[in-house]
């Protein structure tokens, strides 16, 4: 089985135009989560998908691999279905695609080896990672889409809202959505020709419209606290964390 993890980035980001380029400890944004990726043994390849000449410069610059887009992408599932097409790669219909998107910035190889591992074990046509939350604030903030499981690991919803419901538990695990998920490549295709639907457009997730057409989508859960930089405060927080990062350090000298 091929294992191929494409990250979709762009410069006409609305809450950080040119993010994909912020610099955090001195490395541009997308570098370090190409570097992260390129770190899992699990991926047979890394490829970022960009519209935008300059990431492609800095990503190849970097020594690493790029392929051009469209700038008329509106979901990143659109940009990875045409970077497979544009990269002239024959997958089979259950090869791995893994979409990492570009502002993930704390996405590690054991999280993405965890993702190979379940897609592995349950054949599912897609998995998406959740990570935990640990503040009420995160868990109230309607930026951020919360994410509820069945025991089996089967996602049932995914919201804006504060869910699941603190009122009768205490200390209840609160996981939010991320942009690391998993496609089976004939899957990919499928959901991209799937109509959008009523909840997909209200919560503005993506992945509801697999649920909303009665299809199963599995969560892996990671303990550890991701963070889709979407603002300048979101950078600076991520800055910090990536300096006492253990994964930082495999691919860049951390400043002291």
């Given amino acids: 089985m091929t294992s191929i993890c494409i990250i979709p ?9 040119g993010k994909p380029l912020a610099k955090l400890l001195g490395m541009s944004l997308i570098e370090h989560v190409f570097h992260r990726a390129r770190l899992c043994q ?13 990431i492609f410069d800095v990503i190849t610059a970097a020594g690493g691999e790029a392929v ?14 045409e970077a497979i097409r544009n990269l002239g790669l024959e997958l089979a219909d259950d090869d791995l ?22 897609f592995n074990k349950t054949g599912a046509d897609v998995i998406n990672l959740i990570s935990r939350l640990y503040t009420p604030d995160d868990h109230a903030d ?16 995914m919201s804006r809202a504060a869910i699941p419901s603190t009122a009768r538990a205490d200390n209840v695990p ?3 959505q991320t942009g690391i998920i998993a496609f089976k490549s004939a899957f990919l295709k499928r959901y991209s020709a799937l109509p959008q639907t009523p909840l997909e457009k209200i919560e503005s997730c993506d992945m509801l419209r697999v649920i909303e057409h009665g299809l199963p989508i599995y969560g892996v859960q990671t303990e550890t ?26 691919y860049m000298k951390v400043p002291q």
């Fill in 68 to 81: 051009m887009t469209a700038d008329t992408h509106e979901r990143c599932t659109d940009r990875t279905e």
């Fill in 9 to 17: 980035a762009r410069m006409a980001s609305t809450r950080f135009p």
């Fill in 174 to 176: 609160v996981y939010q």
């Fill in 142 to 157: 309607p930026n951020t889409v919360k994410a509820v499981s069945a025991p089996d690991g089967r996602l049932l919803y």
């Fill in 225 to 250: 606290e991701t963070i889709g930089v979407d603002t300048e405060t979101d950078r600076g927080r991520a800055e910090q964390r990536l300096m006492a990062d253990s994964t930082t350090a495999r």
């Fill in 42 to 54: 699990d991926l047979d390849r890394v490829v970022v998908a960009t519209c935008d000449r300059e």
């Fill in 97 to 118: 695609v893994l979409m990492l998107q570009g502002d993930e910035i704390m996405v590690s190889p054991e999280m993405l080896s965890d993702m190979a591992a379940q």
